[in-house]
């Protein structure tokens, strides 16, 4: 078995599973089965996904509302459910759970291109459907649910990666998480100099500031959150969304399926295509994300993880996580050096 597989698996443990609980939930079930950090519940009323969630009650007022809207547009998205009470969160021993209607079907395979070509879509005709969205939100959901500057946030991760460097290389004992990160840290602060400023001298900034160019961005566009039912192609776990401008929604999608494609240039221009069929990507568009296409993204994330403690995670994954990393970021550097910012 691979050790890897269940580093989840305090998460599963933490549920508190009773019968008293789901009839608060307001469900009979049947049936229980694990998945990832979640649980599907066979239940009277179908299948269901509970999950623990950290989220205030606000942010998941305002996920559920901004899905609702959508709805009304594009049926392939998931819901919430109410308790026995109505209630979206059912607080249970210290924790709060939330119900989901779990989507008939599989989860979608971005190894194969004409899956990818509908999600690309999918993801598109979501868009689509939210666009304006914040004419139906008030001041306060747009501002605590509007992702921040962007070019902020890489300057922030510019000096946290900076100050952890000064840091580490103080150490009198350096493991090999910790050597690994200085060896290619030099790396990571060119990458990430390049992509703030590509970001600043492009159109991310007025793109940005103007509230008609923002949809709701889903922003954890791996494959198991798109679930594939015969010709229609459904979106879940929206617990990440954001509005942002569509081009980091598209940019997620492109980093979470290049991967699987040693970061062949041709599966970008196919995304770019497949979207721009449904709704045109504008070259301002693409030259944002060709910025963040110079992002190292994930030697950035997995460091923090790592030094925050932002998981918790055994050491050893952690080291396994990062060399796997490190050793796929030469695809992306290859990459880099084979497009330019019109993605061509």
């Known amino acids: 078995m691979n050790k890897f597989r269940y580093i989840d698996k305090r998460i599963l443990c933490s549920y508190d599973l009773s019968e008293e609980f789901f009839f608060k939930l307001g469900v009979k079930v049947y049936d229980i089965i694990p998945l990832r950090k979640v649980f599907v519940l066979f239940t009277d009323k179908g299948k269901k996904i509970l999950k623990i969630t950290n989220s205030s009650l606000d942010r998941i007022n305002f996920i559920n509302k901004v899905l609702n809207i959508i709805k009304e547009k594009d049926k392939y998205v998931l819901q919430y459910c109410t308790n026995s009470n109505g209630d979206i969160i059912t607080e249970w021993k210290g924790k709060s759970y939330v119900l989901l209607d779990m989507m008939d079907g599989r989860e979608a395979t971005?190894?194969?291109?004409?899956?990818?070509?509908?999600?690309?879509k999918a993801l598109a005709n979501f868009h689509n459907a939210s666009m304006n969205i914040t004419d139906n939100l008030t001041k306060e959901d747009i501002i605590l649910n509007k992702?921040?500057?962007?070019?902020y946030e890489l300057l922030n991760d510019l000096c946290f990666i900076t100050e952890a460097e000064r840091v580490i290389s103080k150490f009198s004992y350096k493991n090999d998480f910790d050597l690994l990160f200085l060896k290619n840290i030099s790396k990571a602060k060119n990458d990430l100099n390049i992509s703030i400023n590509l970001l600043t001298e492009s159109s991310y900034s007025e793109l940005y500031s103007d509230l008609k160019n923002t949809v709701i961005c889903h922003l954890d566009l791996a494959h198991h959150n798109f679930i594939i039912d015969e010709d229609k192609v459904n979106m879940i776990d929206f617990d990440y969304c954001k509005i942002d401008i569509r081009a980091m929604d598209i940019y997620n999608f492109i980093i979470k399926v290049i991967k699987?494609?040693?970061?062949?240039?041709?599966?970008?221009?196919?995304?770019?295509?497949?979207?721009?069929?449904?709704?045109?990507?504008?070259?301002?568009?693409k030259k944002v994300i060709f910025a963040m296409l110079n992002y190292p993204r994930d030697f950035i994330?997995?460091?923090?993880?790592?030094?925050?403690?932002?998981?918790?995670?055994?050491?050893?994954?952690?080291?396994?996580?990062?060399?796997?990393?490190?050793?796929?970021?030469?695809?992306?550097?290859d990459l880099l050096r084979n497009i330019n910012e019109n993605l061509i």
């Open 110 to 120: 971005f190894t194969n291109p004409v899956e990818v070509e509908w999600c690309t």
């Open 260 to 285: 699987n494609y040693a970061y062949d240039k041709e599966i970008i221009n196919k995304i770019i295509e497949d979207y721009s069929s449904v709704s045109k990507v504008s070259d301002e568009e």
């Open 301 to 333: 994330n997995i460091s923090k993880d790592y030094y925050l403690k932002q998981k918790s995670w055994d050491y050893e994954v952690f080291l396994s996580r990062f060399k796997d990393k490190i050793e796929n970021d030469t695809f992306r550097s």
């Open 147 to 151: 992702s921040k500057n962007l070019i």
